[in-house]
């Protein structure tokens, strides 16, 4: 691994190379070599990461925005450490070259695999909470991920179909489709009705005056429905 180069990358300079050694290092690569000393996975860093995340995450959006309520925080929270959002960091770092793999994952693209790019991503905040402290995540965030908290992240985090859609792709689920079932009244006073399908089976049901507004209402009552579903 070249540190230097990893530590340019993120803006820090990096010391330990043997602890963000082990914060790239797949359980695939550690598994088939087993027999050898020094070749822990980064499980564990993982494990660390997450917290780290959270509360730095949690930290920064209650400063950032004092009248927000702990609902919306908290859904806005789940949108930036989520998986994809993660990987999508990591693989503009270009993180994945960095990745030490088992043969038969580096046959199978795990390279490039979001679930795998996430979890590295946490691994590596894992590392940096080890080596700078809180401090130095927090820097290292500010410039990654802190910066791109705009008003279009306030938007998609307050909006119910895209909240829908980033749950229903973390679980794998499949593809949500929206319909419009019935119009109703005057032309001057039209109503839409809207469903939300998820493999075959309907989510929710919602009525407004445009479709884009029964399609959010939709979303709303199908969102509750999921949520409802993982207690």
Not at 95 to 112: N, P
Not at 187 to 213: C, I, N, P, Q, Y
Request: proline share 2%; glycine share 10%; net charge neutral.
């Amino acid at each position: 691994m070249n540190l230097t180069e990893l530590g340019q990358k993120v803006g820090l300079t990096l010391h330990d190379k043997l602890l963000f050694q082990q914060a790239f290092t797949h359980t695939s690569y550690a598994h088939e070599r087993k027999g050898e000393r020094g070749q822990p996975d980064n499980e564990r860093l993982e494990f660390l990461g997450d917290a780290v995340l959270e509360l730095t995450v949690s930290e920064y959006l209650y400063e950032r925005f004092p009248n927000m309520k702990e609902g919306d925080l908290t859904r806005m929270r789940a949108r930036i450490v989520c998986e994809p959002s993660l990987a999508t960091f990591a693989k503009e770092l270009d993180f994945g070259r960095y990745v030490r793999l088992g043969k038969g994952e580096e046959l199978t693209g795990g390279r490039t695999r979001p679930a795998l790019l996430a979890d590295v991503f946490e691994a590596f905040i894992g590392a940096l909470y080890l080596e700078k402290g809180l401090g130095g995540v927090k820097h290292f965030l500010r410039s990654i991920i802190f910066a791109r908290i705009d008003d279009r992240w306030l938007a998609r985090a307050t909006d119910a179909k895209s909240q829908l859609q980033e749950a229903v792709q973390q679980e794998h689920l499949g593809i949500l489709e929206y319909q419009i079932v019935d119009v109703k009244g005057p032309a001057h006073d039209r109503k839409f009705v809207a469903e939300v399908w998820l493999a075959g089976h309907r989510l929710g049901t919602g009525t407004g005056r445009s479709k884009k507004e029964a399609e959010q209402r939709a979303a709303s009552e199908g969102l509750k429905a999921f949520r409802k579903s993982k207690e």
